[in-house]
């Protein structure tokens, strides 16, 4: 089944611990990308790569480090997470940055 | 400055009547535009999508109109069913010419809760 997964669905850490969120894609798609939802905020982009060893900022990069080591991973690094990451993550991966992005299930972060 | 506006936060409709979803843009390099519904504890999925050289894309209940004068793109789903409550974000992308022609990534509305009453 063709799908975006990430991993974990739910994560509650505290100040400063150093996480990752993994994002794994099976459809060999080059573009991926990482998005946060905020009530009143919508989605709004993170990183993006647009293929291996490719990434780039967002709108809303900072605090965040991502790596693009190989196509079918696209993990998001929080090296000293604070509360006001304190979110729900969306991976989503495309053919390519002009088409239809395929999400994953989500990611909820909670930093105390 | 918000690039894609859903001025609606939510929006109520009676099963089997039309529901119009509205989107607005400022930027006049945006180009593609796509609607995506999302259900709770569920990432957005795509639903439909419009090209700046269109003005119409139809597929089954779901029709998106463009007008690009205007700035504007509306969602129409007809007949709305309760399976349609969701939110529906609006998303677009520019043709990033100074990267070779490759769009930098979509630009979300911050969505729209549509509820269908039955």
């Known amino acids: 089944e063709a799908q975006v997964t990430q991993n974990p669905r739910y994560l509650i850490t505290v100040t400063g611990k150093k996480l990752t969120v993994t994002c794994s894609q099976n459809m060999n798609h080059e573009y991926m990308s990482w998005y946060r939802q905020d009530p009143g905020l919508g989605l709004r982009q993170i990183y993006y790569?647009?293929?291996?060893?490719?990434?780039d900022k967002g709108d809303v990069p900072e605090g965040y480090k991502v790596s693009r080591k190989e196509k079918r991973n696209f993990p998001l690094i929080l090296e000293s997470p604070s509360p006001n990451q304190t979110s729900l993550y969306f991976c989503?991966?495309?053919?390519?940055?002009?088409?239809?992005?395929?999400f994953g299930n989500g990611t909820r972060l909670t930093v105390t | 400055d918000q690039q894609v506006k859903q001025n609606s936060p939510s929006l109520s409709v009676q099963e089997g009547r039309i529901s119009i979803l509205n989107c607005d843009y400022t930027n006049s390099m945006f180009d593609y535009f796509l609607w995506y519904k999302k259900y709770p504890a569920e990432g957005p999925t795509f639903l439909i999508s419009?090209?700046?050289?269109?003005d119409k894309n139809e597929d089954g209940r779901f029709t998106v109109f463009l007008n690009k004068s205007a700035k504007h793109l509306s969602l129409h789903i007809v007949p709305s069913q309760p399976g349609d409550s969701a939110v529906y974000f609006c998303a677009a992308n520019a043709i990033d010419l100074s990267s070779g022609g490759g769009a930098d990534g979509l630009t979300f509305g911050k969505g729209t809760h549509l509820i269908i009453q039955p």
């Open positions: 989503a991966s495309s053919l390519s940055s002009n088409s239809p992005l395929h």
């Open positions: 419009i090209s700046s050289i269109k």
């Open positions: 790569s647009m293929n291996v060893e490719v990434t």
